[in-house]
């Protein structure tokens, strides 16, 4: 049995840690209110933009924009959205491994995979395993811009005009609850035009300065809409998901602390239990 | 009655401004539009500038955005500001720029990024200490 001064160390070393994973916890909390608002907040944007593409998709435009042509697909672009830091649950782990399986029936099929990895966590697992990685933005802090967004999509976007992918995917946590956070798969391009019976009647817009110019910007717009939207939900997830596992480390420490305390005072009882008899018969020696 | 339409006005920070007005005013990149109520389906981009709603006769409320988009249906005017200047050769360099950061981390091979795999052997080895610990009790 271990001495009772080797149990205080352990004990006050626990205690330590639980320390530190309450105070992640009470942080992750707070955050992920703040988090949640700003997901609250982008949503407007992500409505307003997704209708008039949905008008867009029932005019009978005179020009049809490349990205809303579908091709044979070879080669697929994916957007993968993780977290900067890890201490979050199996959250980043579960992304990975939906994304890698989603990879491997890809290779299945023999289609050429390259990588958007936002999030530093995506980028070192996706090293590690050898993907092909063309585009990766500056890391972003938990509020993200837009604007922070712009390069890395714009490299995606490129790609697929120049016909280096075919297809472009965001895979990211989709915010169910504060308990659930749910990998998620989205097709970005090409758009899929959702048909509206009230729409379809024969029209289309005015277009100025002219149809190519107007639909490139907004639908690069859509596209880093869609991306954002994403990653502020990837971030809602990453602090209810932080906030969950450090409660559990923190209930976990207090167990164990309990265990420890038990362990203690069982072995401070059994020294002076050993002291005593060895001075009664100290005593009876006498 | 005076015939209004509704109108959006939202960034993708938040929403500024909704509710219906008599008459707009968007900065377009081929010159100012005044939009009333029933006009003809337009798409199009937007100037930095001052966007006016005109409420009712008296009352004008204008808001400055850095450009963006405008979309106007019927009854619905909808104006998609942006949080950034935009420009072609500013949205190419920050494309170059995040090629360039994908480039740096794949051709960085002791970095932090390698972090990962460290964490993984160490809690390897520590598995290992454990382990043999414990044969060392049972030998005891």
Known sequence: ?286 | MTMTVHVDIVSAKEKIFSGLAEMVFAPAVMGEVGISPRHAPLLTTLKPGEVRVQIDPKTEESYFISGGMLEIQPHTVTVLADTALRAKDLDEAAALKAKEQAEALLANKQSDIDYAKAQAELIEAMAQIQAIEKLRKRIK
Request: proline content about 2%; overall charge negative.
């Open chain 1, 1 to 286: 049995m271990a001495s009772g001064k080797e149990i205080r160390g352990k004990i006050s070393s626990v205690k330590n840690t639980q320390k530190i994973t309450r105070a992640m916890e009470m942080v992750a909390a707070s955050k992920m209110r703040k988090a949640q608002v700003q997901m609250e907040e982008s949503r407007p944007y992500a409505e307003k933009i997704q209708k008039v593409i949905g008008h867009l998709a029932n005019a009978h435009p005179e020009y049809q924009h490349l990205y809303m042509q579908s091709r044979e697909v070879k080669r697929i672009g994916l957007v993968v959205v993780s977290s900067d830091r890890g201490l979050c649950g199996g959250l980043n782990t579960n992304l990975f491994k939906f994304s890698l399986n989603q990879m491997k029936q890809w290779d299945k099929d023999e289609l050429d995979v390259s990588l958007c990895t936002i999030g530093s966590k995506g980028s070192a697992f996706f090293k590690r395993v050898g993907a092909k990685i063309i585009s990766q933005p500056e890391s972003l802090s938990d509020t993200p811009n837009i604007e922070a967004l712009i390069g890395s999509v714009k490299v995606m976007l490129d790609a697929f005009t120049n016909g280096e992918i075919d297809q472009l995917v965001l895979v990211y946590n989709k915010f169910v609850n504060t308990m659930t956070q749910q990998p998620t798969l989205e097709q970005l391009l090409p758009l899929k035009a959702e048909e509206n019976e009230d729409l379809s009647h024969h029209w289309d817009y005015i277009y100025e300065p002219d149809a190519e110019d107007v639909l490139d910007s907004l639908l690069a717009r859509y596209i880093e809409s869609r991306v954002y939207q994403g990653v502020v939900e990837n971030i809602a997830c990453e602090q209810s998901a932080r906030m969950v596992a450090m409660k559990s480390a923190s209930d976990n420490a207090g167990d164990l602390i309990d265990e420890l305390q038990l362990a203690y005072n069982k072995a401070r009882q059994a020294a002076i239990t050993q002291e005593l008899s060895e001075i009664v018969a100290g005593a009876a020696a006498v």
